[in-house]
T-cell receptor, first 111, second 117 residues
Framework: DTEVTQTPKHLVMGMTNKKSLKCEQH?????MYWYKQKAKKPPELMFV???????INESVPSRFSPECPNSSLLNLHLHALQPEDSALYLC??????????FGSGTRLTVV | AQSVTQLDSQVPVFEEAPVELRCNYS??????LFWYVQYPNQGLQLLLK??????LVESINGFEAEFNKSQTSFHLRKPSVHISDTAEYFC???????????????FGGGTRVLVKP
């Protein structure tokens, strides 16, 4: 089992809803990531937080809003999503220089 | 800029046969290389990594990969596969220390391994 915990595991939301994805790790990792993965495709990087500061934003639409309240938590706030945003959203964390550890993901369906 | 190419999108293989998954990368600077495995309906698991030192790296479940700087490759091999090795395998590269500000992991397109009895 992974040490990166993501909730919820599944989420169905309407295009006018606001929801949040949550991610937690207690490994002391100081880098945390959000990835989006469509079926049969590799993960695509969305955001990177390094020492609780946003260090990379891969030109993600503003309907996705990340938040890092502390070194163990990472949120992804969702608002006014489109059906094409349906995907598996993966959180990951790492020590600097090491490969990220991934959570099991949240499977998001936008209806 | 960095990029990763996995040359085979699918690799069917019989149980107990060897398998090789090919990965080539491009980067203008020194790289760190990784292989991840993704089982159906799960997240990614780190299989092995090359950061520095010995160019041959091994995982605990029998996989190994060799970093070849002259050929810019990091191919993954297993001498004898099991049914349970059926999964998607992703090669990834970072041109800097992953997690440091501004450094990110770039994934290849993935190789689906199907182990047949």
């Amino acid at each position: 089992d992974t040490e990166v915990t993501q909730t919820p595991k599944h989420l169905v939301m309407g295009m006018t809803n606001k929801k949040s994805l949550k991610c937690e790790q207690h490994m002391g990792h100081r880098a945390m990531y959000w990835y989006k993965q469509k079926a049969k495709k590799p993960p695509e990087l969305m955001f990177v937080y390094s020492y609780e500061k946003l260090s990379i934003n891969e030109s993600v639409p503003s309907r996705f809003s990340p938040e890092c309240p502390n070194s163990s938590l990472l949120n992804l706030h969702l608002h006014a999503l489109q059906p094409e945003d349906s995907a598996l959203y993966l959180c990951a964390s790492s020590q600097e220089g090491q490969g990220p550890d991934f959570g099991s993901g949240t499977r998001l369906t936008v209806v | 800029a960095q990029s990763v190419t996995q040359l085979d999108s699918q690799v069917p293989v019989f149980e107990e046969a060897p398998v090789e998954l090919r990965c080539n990368y491009s980067s203008s600077v020194s790289v760190y290389l990784f292989w991840y495995v993704q089982y159906p309906n799960q997240g990614l698991q780190l299989l092995l990594k090359y950061l520095s030192g010995s160019t041959l790296v091994e995982s605990i479940n029998g996989f190994e990969a060799e970093f070849n700087k002259s050929q810019t490759s990091f191919h993954l091999r297993k001498p004898s596969v099991h049914i349970s090795d059926t999964a998607e395998y992703f090669c990834a590269v970072s041109s800097g220390r992953v997690g440091a500000a501004g450094n990110k992991l770039t994934f290849g397109g993935g190789t689906r391994v199907l182990v047949k009895p």
